[in-house]
């Protein structure tokens, strides 16, 4: 793997994103490894995924994307379809949100089960308004299912960027700590998650959050 590196240390898999995190068809595809791989873990398993750095993720690689041409919606839907398994995942899975998580890393971050961000650097950002870009259908649900309509009215159209304890705030994330504890905060929000039936966890996910994977194409 080239865009992350996973590690398995006392059954909890981390997912670090490498150079900035930025969305291109390598990191779908490499993101995609690392949850086969954990999927396939019959151990009492669970899953951080963080960045490295002063970044969890900066979305969409926009000159990736302009590479596209008339494929960069098919791109976008792969992304989706990514962000759709961590929904349904059977283990649990934290976003240890280390650094700047702007668009889709924002995303990746709300697909997650938790969120825990760092306190004292580092900004949760859907800056779509700045860009000129509007969201899929399906990233529309995630907002809406994983933020308040306050914050969201807030985030969307004005493109504020959250710091981590602005983040605790407004409950888009569910802890906020130091760097140094950030690891430790994700452990304990999955402590009470770990162990439990995958099938059945797996299945209660993809009710409650029917609602986001419809707008994916079956």
Known sequence: ???????????????????????????????????????NDQDHVSLIITGEGKNFSQGYDIEFLESCGNNVQAFIEDSLVTFSRLLSLGVPSVAAINGHAFGAGAMLSLACDFRC??????????????LGMDFHPFMSALIKSKMSDRVIREAVLSGKRYSGAEALDRQIVDSSSSLDDLYIQAGNLMT?????????????????NSGILCHLKQ
């Open 1 to 39: 793997m080239n865009s992350v590196t996973l590690n398995k240390v006392n059954n909890i898999y981390t997912l670090t994103l490498l150079r900035e995190g930025k969305f291109t068809d390598v990191l779908v595809r490499e993101i995609n490894e690392a949850i086969n791989q954990v999927e």
């Open 117 to 130: 961000m760092r306190e004292d650097k580092g900004y949760f950002c859907l800056p779509e308004v700045d």
């Open 192 to 208: 009470p998650y770990v162990g439990k039936n995958r099938a059945t966890y797996s299945k209660l996910k993809t009710n409650f």
